[in-house]
């Protein structure tokens, strides 16, 4: 038996601060779906991503930064191991180098600029696909479904 065909398109806005991605089935009712970047599942969902790149100072590879963690809440783990005192906490984060002003640069036509950019829309589309089957498999619109991804970049930086 062949597997009917779900066409699911990727789009992306890549802001110079922030980006979002929101999900659509082609051919479908109006229905979309915006992906959530939350890292930390104490927090509410959020569906902005710093339009930053990190390289793992470790492994050398580059990977989207942690979200809010390393910019809006520096101390984060000692601070809350302070609020409770029995409580142990070990940072399991890593040291990373933050690219900045990856669209900014593009435009700017800076070195390594444009690889900088197509490494950190390549990661968002990876996250962006592996979050919505996680989260979506389960349902009826998908289940026994073959996916065909498409992508559509509101600006055409690539």
Known sequence: ?????LDLCIGLDI?????KVV?????A?????????????????TYLLPTKLAINLETKQF???L??????????????ASKFSKVSIS?????????????VNFMNNEENSADYLRVFIALVIQY??????????NRDFMKNKEIIWSINNGNSIC
């Open 128 to 137: 962006s696909k592996e979050w919505f089957v996680k989260k979506y498999s």
């Open 91 to 103: 940072e399991k984060t890593h040291k990373q180098k933050i690219l900045e002003n990856l669209k």
């Open 67 to 80: 979200y809010r963690i390393e910019q809006e809440i520096p101390n984060f783990f000692e601070r809350l």
């Open 29 to 45: 009712d109006d229905s979309f779906f915006v992906v959530d970047f939350e890292k930390d599942k104490t927090e509410d969902a």
């Open 63 to 65: 990977e989207l930064p």
């Open 1 to 5: 038996m062949e597997k009917e065909i």
């Open 15 to 19: 802001g110079t601060s922030t980006t």
């Open 23 to 27: 999900i659509h089935p082609l051919f």
